[in-house]
């Protein structure tokens, strides 16, 4: 399968800070990468949508002020988490649409963030 | 998208077939089954999909029904590493995200 890469795996923070996390597609050219939060002991939930070279599309809910998602090319998309506190810790995970036929989404391993 | 239901658990004994159902009773004429599953602490694994016909790749196997309302997606030979929480989302393949429920938290056992 298709393969999603995010950097860095893991990040502790202070709160207040911002905390980058980068999403790349490894091997095909995602025209469409979704970012996803993930608490201890509950699904996925959807942030918002980021479409190459536009705006992104959030969630109801979802500060896009707070959560700031670039999606400058085909293959990287970057959500940064602004004046982090530590209601943010979470897990982040970036999924990347294949475009087809199919239309499978492929995910990266996830981001821990840590804000302390 | 449709909704899903699923058992919020499962065992197995390793070796023997995993069988997970799905209900979907809502289901529309366009919109496809996926399988995911996620290991602890890892983004999400795409398993399989199907739209009416029954699939089967390298990972499992997926039946869906007659009328479309059920699935089931089947691991033939299951390893303590197929131990996960294993998520059924139906959505119109065209559709820009995949929303995730509860899914089914398999765990194989010795």
């Known amino acids: 399968g298709a393969v999603v890469s995010q950097h860095p795996s893991r990040v502790i923070c202070k709160s207040g800070t911002s905390v980058k996390i980068e999403c790349r597609s490894l091997?095909?050219?995602?025209?469409?990468m979704f970012w996803y939060r993930q608490f201890p002991k509950q699904s996925l939930m959807l942030m918002a949508t980021?479409?190459?070279?536009?705006?992104?599309?959030?969630e109801q809910g979802v500060e896009k002020d707070k959560f700031l998602i670039n999606h400058a090319s085909l293959t990287l998309s970057t959500l940064t988490v602004t004046s982090a506190h530590p209601e943010d810790s979470s897990f982040y995970i970036c999924?990347?649409?294949?475009?087809?036929?199919?239309?499978?989404?492929?995910f990266g391993p996830g981001t821990r963030l840590l804000v302390l | 998208d449709a909704k899903t239901t699923q058992p919020p658990s499962m065992d197995c004994a390793e070796g023997r077939a995993a069988n997970l159902p799905c209900n979907h009773s809502?289901?529309?004429?366009?919109?496809?089954v996926y399988w995911y599953r996620q290991i602890h602490s890892q983004g999400p694994q795409y398993i399989i999909h199907?739209?009416?016909n029954n699939e089967t790749n390298e990972m499992a196997s997926l039946i869906i029904t007659e009328d479309r309302k059920s699935s089931t997606l089947i691991l033939p030979h299951a390893t303590l590493r197929d131990t996960a929480v294993y998520y059924c989302?139906?959505?119109?393949?065209?559709?820009?995200?995949?929303?995730f429920g509860a899914g089914t938290r398999l765990t194989v056992k010795p």
């Open positions: 999924s990347a649409r294949l475009a087809g036929w199919k239309e499978t989404q492929y």
């Open positions: 199907g739209l009416k």
């Open positions: 809502t289901i529309s004429g366009n919109e496809y």
């Open positions: 989302i139906v959505r119109v393949a065209d559709n820009n995200d995949m929303r």
């Open positions: 980021s479409n190459e070279g536009s705006k992104a599309t959030y």
């Open positions: 091997d095909f050219q995602a025209t469409t």
